[in-house]
């Protein structure tokens, strides 16, 4: 890795700042994943436990609970879709291994197609974290939707 007479030692710098600063971006990105994974995960286990006490309990589907049932089973499918698909977020190559991988005479060209990789990698991450967003938001209103919905029609 040697920088080219050139290409100005602050460019490199730069490059080097950039490509430091999308490894921490990506680093976020999968503590962001585990924590999400970690709420679906509890949120599927709290909808398995009350599914199971309103099937196990005497007449515990009567009166209308079914909805209740049907809010549990929804939230979780949604955890379970949104804790089991799609992939898991990456924190790309380290520049070391890029190097060694795809190596090119300047270290500017070098850390460029790195920081492009990177970069591309941080946009997928992005895009399957708000789809496991938007799986948790699907799980926590859907049953309340339906726990509302019970709500109402046991008034009558």
Not at 17 to 32: F, I, K, P, T, W
Not at 112 to 121: E, G
Request: proline letters at 4%; aromatic letters at 8%; a negative charge.
């Amino acid at each position: 890795m040697s920088t080219s007479d050139h290409i100005p030692t602050v460019v490199v710098e730069n490059l080097r700042a950039a490509v430091y600063a999308s490894h921490e971006e990506l680093s976020a990105q999968v503590q962001a994943d585990s924590a999400l994974d970690s709420k679906l995960l509890g949120l599927l286990a709290f909808f398995v436990a009350a599914a199971g006490i309103l099937i196990t309990l005497p007449h515990g589907l009567e009166h209308g609970r079914w909805l209740l049932l049907g809010g549990a089973g929804l939230g979780a499918l949604a955890c379970l879709w949104g804790s089991t698909r799609g992939p898991e977020p990456n924190v790309g190559p380290s520049p070391e291994t890029f190097y060694a991988d795809y190596g090119t005479e300047t270290e500017a060209a070098y850390l460029t197609q790195l920081l492009a990789d990177l970069a591309n990698r941080a946009r997928q991450n992005r895009a399957e974290l708000a789809r496991r967003r938007r799986a948790l938001v699907f799980a926590t209103r859907a049953p309340i939707l339906l726990a509302v919905l019970y709500g109402l029609l046991s008034l009558t």
